[in-house]
């Protein structure tokens, strides 16, 4: 299966980006669940662009707590378009995928992730990941693809509204350092056996 990289410079209206970005202000709905993805006391003694020696180092975030929200469910219009459409777009690549996970992840100053590839396998191994951009009022914070002698090949700087797809399993990739300010993104994971999303009972 050929690998893919895609990115689409203007999928989403930025205004409409801010209600992702809101959910971290008010987490009292039925369809969020905080979760936390990160540790404080996860070793710093690699720099953010240096890769393991065989890239294995899997998706960790490190340098603060990234404090992401997990949408499972929503009854919100904007919220179930937004994931409708990414996934679609998703699905016209690789028509045989599912929704395995979808989240706004919130990266503070000093957040990053060293080079990897995405081996999440509770199910079934990924297929794509799918960022789409909520800000870009930070710096920093840039999803870039690694040669595996640690140079980059290819870099996404973040704007709001901006969707990358991509094969996370494929491709050795990192997220650089946020120097300043606070990077929102929803991600989303794919693979191909477990089972969509389901909109919830009324």
């Known amino acids: 299966m050929k690998k893919l990289l895609y990115v689409e410079e203007e999928f989403l209206n930025p205004t409409l980006c801010k209600p992702f970005i809101d959910l971290h202000l008010d987490k009292n709905e039925s369809f969020l669940e905080a979760v936390t993805h990160s540790s404080s006391e996860e070793s710093l003694s690699y720099g953010p662009d240096i890769p393991e020696p065989d890239g294995d180092y899997g998706a960790i975030y490190l340098g603060g707590n990234v404090t992401p929200v997990d949408i499972k469910l929503s009854n919100d219009k904007l919220f179930a378009s937004v994931i409708a459409n990414v996934t679609n777009m998703c699905k016209s690549f690789r028509n045989n995928i599912q ?29 794509l990941a799918a960022f789409l951009y909520l800000n870009d009022n930070f710096v920093g914070g840039h999803t870039q693809f690694d040669n595996l002698d640690g140079s980059v090949w290819h870099d996404v700087k973040p704007k709001a509204g901006k969707l990358l797809i991509f094969s996370n399993r494929e491709y050795l990739h990192h997220v650089s350092k946020v120097e300043s300010g606070t990077r929102y993104v929803l991600s989303f994971w794919f693979n191909t056996s477990v089972q969509p999303l389901t909109p919830p009972l009324d």
């Open 99 to 127: 929704l395995d996970y979808c989240g706004v992840i919130r990266w503070p100053t000093g957040t990053f992730m060293k080079p990897h590839y995405d081996k999440s396998e509770m199910y079934s191994p990924n297929v």
